[in-house]
Each structure stands twice: as structure tokens, then as C-alpha cells.
């Protein structure tokens, strides 16, 4: 279960992030124009893959500073 998490995670993470930036930045970029959900879906289908490759780098990262972070906390 763990080995297979370490590649669904990231992806699922990515997805929903890129999910939500992308329809903000469009709103914000756009306005509500009659075809923002389509644009929006094209910036999505653009974000989510780069999404995922920057998940991959940075969900071990945070987990590192996490335990980092909580070890800081608990000596205290």
C-alpha cells in the first residue's frame, strides 16, 4: 500500500492544486467570459502535468521538513 501511495499521492495532490490555481488565475485573468470554463479546462489540462512533476519534488521535500519541523517542536 505505501510503495503504491509514494506514486498516487503526488499525482491526486497535483491535480487538485492545479485544479483550484487554475481556475483562479483564470478568473482573475479573465474575467467570467462565455467560454471561461473552456479555457479554464485548457489551462488545467496544461497545469496538471507540470503539477505533477513539481509534486514529485516537493511532497518528499515536505515531508523531510515536516519531521524537521515536528522534531524542532517536540524537543522543546
Known amino acids: 500500500m505505501r510503495s503504491k501511495a509514494r506514486f498516487i499521492r503526488p499525482?491526486?495532490?497535483?491535480?487538485?492544486?492545479?485544479?483550484?490555481?487554475t481556475a483562479v488565475i483564470t478568473f482573475i485573468n479573465l474575467g467570467l467570459p462565455p467560454d471561461f470554463l473552456r479555457r479554464w479546462m485548457i489551462a488545467y489540462a496544461v497545469a496538471w502535468p507540470f503539477a505533477t512533476g513539481?509534486?514529485?519534488?516537493?511532497?518528499?521535500?515536505a515531508d523531510r521538513a515536516t519531521r524537521w519541523l515536528i522534531g524542532k517542536i517536540d524537543s522543546h
Open 11 to 21: 499525482v491526486i495532490v497535483a491535480a487538485i492544486m492545479a485544479f483550484l490555481m
Open 54 to 61: 513539481a509534486a514529485f519534488i516537493a511532497v518528499p521535500i
